[in-house]
């Protein structure tokens, strides 16, 4: 009797048991469609749980809102409120910014952020803004970050 090498002994046990118990054609489309169903079940129980829920008002005057924006390296976090006399917009960055600006239309605001990153801006009339930050890369220069329209 000759010995066989692993390779050789795992090559005839799969065909071995291809032969005897094959792999059902169709196994990966019964798995697939059990899945589906499975999840389907839960989102019915969500519904089924919330359906009989009243609702609330979407709006409200105590509206706050809360942004998050990044491009992969900076990361800012925005909370909008109402406050006497317009909006307030506190923010929050994790780069290194030399300067803060929230535009609206032909209006500018500047700031510029704590040692911490936050920053805050008063008094800011409802209407669409964006944010303009200068940011220092540890490599040194400047670059700007600028969020996409928000409304405030």
Do not use: Y
């Not at 050789?8 to 990966?28: E, G, H, K, M, Y």
């Not at 359906?51 to 909008?80: I, P, Y």
């Not at 409802?126 to 996409?148: A, D, K, M, V």
Request: overall charge negative.
């Amino acid at each position: 009797m000759t010995e066989l090498s692993d390779q050789a002994l795992l090559a005839s046990l799969r065909t071995l048991w291809q032969d005897i118990d094959p792999v059902p054609a169709d196994l990966a489309d019964r798995v697939v469609a059990a899945i589906a169903v499975d999840t389907l079940d839960r989102e019915w129980e969500l519904l089924s749980l919330v359906a009989g829920l009243e609702t609330g008002a979407v709006r409200s005057d105590a509206d706050r809102l809360t942004l998050q924006f990044s491009d992969g390296t900076t990361n800012v976090l925005l909370h909008v409120a109402n406050a006497a006399g317009g909006k307030r917009v506190d923010g929050w960055v994790d780069a290194q910014a030399t300067s803060i600006q929230l535009l609206q239309g032909t209006r500018q605001w500047s700031t510029q952020p704590g040692e911490d990153g936050r920053f805050a801006f008063d008094q800011i009339p409802p209407g669409l803004c964006h944010l303009r930050l200068t940011i220092q890369p540890s490599s040194g220069g400047h670059r700007e970050f600028r969020t996409p329209a928000f409304e405030v």
